[in-house]
């Protein structure tokens, strides 16, 4: 297992061109300390456990790394379904030059005037949206603003190791960044 920044691991996902819509998350505070602990995973690529504090409103920092190859049938019921998750999470890019936003604002109107017009639920406009920006992840997720899942403890003791690995090195990037206040 190798801890690299979190950038890195979200470009990772980016990257693995899996199935978009096959992305399933779970996250909340942070066990010990500050910032979130987060976890997600496709059958296709793998976990990935990601934590991440706030730096300021316009910076997250933070580390991670790739815990499983797969996202197995030990692994698949600590992470919530379409019909069983608290919320919705996507990982968007931006767009490379402004022929591509335009593309992109253009396909996005179309799908909010298509549902505008016809019954829909939310979880369609949502995948249809995804789908318009061209996301390469997205899916259902279990996420506590103020605590941790339950389903997050049951993952913190399967893998252990490295979440103490991954600890100490976000506790050093923590270390680095605030040098004032309390947490």
Known sequence: MRVRDWDDIMED???SNADPDGWRGI???RA???GEDLYIGHPGVGVFQLKTYAKNPYEVQGVGARIARSLDDELDPLFPGKEDATGLFGVQQPAEDEDEAKNKA???ETVVETHA???TTPEALFDDIMDALDSPAYGP???D????PDQMGELTNTFEEAEELLDSEFEDVIEEDVDRGFY
Do not use: T
């Open 27 to 29: 996250g909340g505070d």
């Open 145 to 148: 603003d103020y605590d941790r």
């Open 106 to 108: 253009k396909n996005l």
């Open 13 to 15: 996902v980016v990257e």
């Open 117 to 119: 017009d016809a019954p």
């Open 141 to 143: 997720m279990d996420f």
């Open 32 to 34: 010990n300390g500050i």
